[in-house]
Nanobody, 123 residues
Framework: QVQLVESGGGLVQAGGSLRLSCAAS????????MGWFRQAPGKERELVGA????????YYSDSVKGRFNISRDNAKNTLYLQMNSLKPEDTAVYRC????????????????WGQGTQVTVSS
């Protein structure tokens, strides 16, 4: 089982930026499509972004497109989420996840999950 550990969450004012990281312990990181999810209390879990094995293709939810950027460094076994122009509605626990399927907006199929990191955006 691949271990995923998120970091980089914290408190930020609206309009600010945060960069989340997801470190993978496995040596087959490049074999997986990676995604960032978020979930706020009382809300459904949302696939925020996903990135192909090579990093060549990406997906973003409409709510973050143009503000967030997902990237990966396979040599470092690390996934990133650069979050800009943050809004209070971005407040959530963010989790990284991995799956075998090709990148898409489909949130299903993710089988490895990180523990989550809290992002709080104040107004």
């Amino acid at each position: 089982q691949v271990q995923l550990v998120e970091s980089g969450g914290g408190l930020v004012q609206a309009g600010g930026s945060l960069r989340l990281s997801c470190a993978a312990s496995g040596r087959t990181f490049s074999s997986y499509t990676m995604g960032w999810f978020r979930q706020a209390p009382g809300k459904e879990r949302e696939l925020v972004g996903a990135i192909a094995r090579s990093g060549a293709r990406t997906y973003y939810s409409d709510s973050v497109k143009g503000r967030f950027n997902i990237s990966r460094d396979n040599a470092k076994n690390t996934l990133y989420l650069q979050m800009n122009s943050l809004k209070p509605e971005d407040t959530a626990v963010y989790r990284c996840a991995a799956k075998w399927d090709d990148v898409s907006g489909d949130p299903k199929g993710y089988v490895y999950w990180g523990q989550g990191t809290q992002v709080t955006v104040s107004s």
